[in-house]
């Protein structure tokens, strides 16, 4: 057995686990305010996969827990920011933070939406929504629209075609996490060189 057969392997039946849920909603909730964090969808997607029945109770449960934790990190701006600022320029964050603040004077309600449904790291947008006194009522809705457009189509769609293309996905999957490694690798290079 190959090494990223392995970790695939050990990943789906963890996504199988009883206690899977309570992981997936402890990460949904740092996620959302908590810097170094993953996104919630890599645990997400797994478990959509491995309980397609389920799928749609997963999305469920990591957009209610990452709304609450996007409570904490609106607090956190609007309350702690003094404390935060500093750990957001020394993990390289203040640049998208400096931009996150910039679409909210613009885009306000919209900014969040689409941070929530988009790759862009959520989290800054819950901190600079309490920075920027956003109105709570439409940083909440705003929440609840994007992340849950994104965490319903993710596991929708892994439930529905993911069992059918995981026998393709074993066949190929060495050459898959090998080609993302280097990905990695030259994407570090080009940034730090």
Sequence with gaps: MQLFERIYLAVMRFSRR???PYYLSALSFAE???????PPDVMLAPM?????TRAMWFAG?????SVLGGLVGYLIGLFLFDFAQPYISE??????????T???ATWGFWAVL????????????TIAAGVLHLALIPFVLASIIGRGLRFYLVAWSLARFGPAI??????YIEIIGWAIVVLLLLAIAIYYF
Aim: net charge positive; charged share 15%.
């Design 102 to 104: 910039e679409l909210f």
């Design 18 to 20: 009883r206690s899977a």
């Design 166 to 171: 995981e026998a393709r996905l074993m066949r």
């Design 48 to 52: 959509s996969v491995a309980q397609p």
């Design 32 to 38: 959302s305010f908590i810097l170094p964090f993953p």
């Design 114 to 125: 689409v941070a929530g449904f988009s790759p862009v790291p959520y989290k800054i947008f």
């Design 61 to 65: 449960l990591t957009l209610v827990f």
């Design 91 to 100: 993990w390289g964050y203040q640049a998208v933070f400096e931009r996150a």
